[in-house]
């Protein structure tokens, strides 16, 4: 009797996990997503390939995903109201075909930036580079801002807003910019090389009296 029980319950195990993957797989396939135990969900199977790089939340029912994809136009802008993300194509199609976005902040429900990378005209070899794209959200739609199109510039890599008009920017090149309400303008960084590829940043933090930028090989407080 024992050996029966113990021979039996082998099976019977393999048989609920079987059952269970099937469950799973049929969640999947059907129901349009992967539900996983417990808060987190995977939430749409068509935004697989979508490389997201940030997200921006102005309250737990509304925020923006950026990112970038292979296809064109390159640039992904997701947007997440009444529970549910949805792609903005009308934003992506908006902007330069070659734009990928890497920051995303909102200042509200109505205003927000991003920032990224632009295929610009390289002087040097009568093609293209990328330089930095900064995007403004505005009355509902996402449009292109500032192009930095000089020699020495790169993809800008993060930004983080303190109010409507007191933002950051930064990215490769040690490049930093300042937003005063009304235009961005650059910060000198001599110390830093700035232009020099050796300096990228990709990280800033703001605090209520300065704004710290954080990268490769650097940390720096402004």
């Given at each position: 009797m024992d050996n029966a029980t113990s021979s039996a319950s082998p099976r019977r195990?393999?048989?609920r996990l079987a059952m269970a993957a099937a469950f799973v797989v049929?969640?999947?396939?059907?129901?349009?997503?992967l539900y996983l135990w417990g808060p987190f969900r995977f939430v749409d199977p068509h935004y697989l390939g979508m490389n997201l790089k940030a997200i921006a939340m102005v309250s737990p029912s509304e925020g923006w995903a950026v990112g970038e994809t292979s296809r064109t136009?390159?640039?992904v802008f997701l947007?997440?109201?009444h529970q549910h993300w949805t792609l903005d194509q009308d934003a992506?199609?908006?902007?330069?075909?070659?734009?990928?976005?890497?920051?995303?902040?909102m200042v509200s429900a109505t205003e927000g930036w991003a920032v990224g990378g632009i295929n610009v005209p390289d002087a040097t070899s009568k093609g293209f580079r990328v330089g930095g794209?900064?995007?403004h959200y505005h009355e509902g739609h996402w449009r292109?801002?500032?192009?930095?199109?000089?020699?020495?510039?790169?993809p800008l890599q993060a930004v983080a807003f303190r109010s409507a008009s007191d933002g950051w920017a930064a990215g490769f090149g040690g490049v930093?910019?300042?937003?005063?309400?009304?235009?961005w303008h650059q910060i000198a960084l001599t110390a830093l090389q700035t232009g020099s590829v050796e300096f990228a940043f990709t990280r800033i933090a703001l605090t209520p009296a300065g704004a710290w930028f954080g990268g490769f090989d650097v940390l720096l407080h402004y």
């Open positions: 195990s393999r048989s049929l969640i999947a396939v059907v129901g349009g997503a136009p390159a640039s947007h997440y109201t992506s199609s908006a902007l330069d075909p070659s734009v990928t976005l890497t920051s995303v902040s794209i900064i995007v292109t801002d500032t192009v930095l199109r000089d020699q020495g510039t790169a930093v910019l300042h937003y005063d309400g009304t235009t």
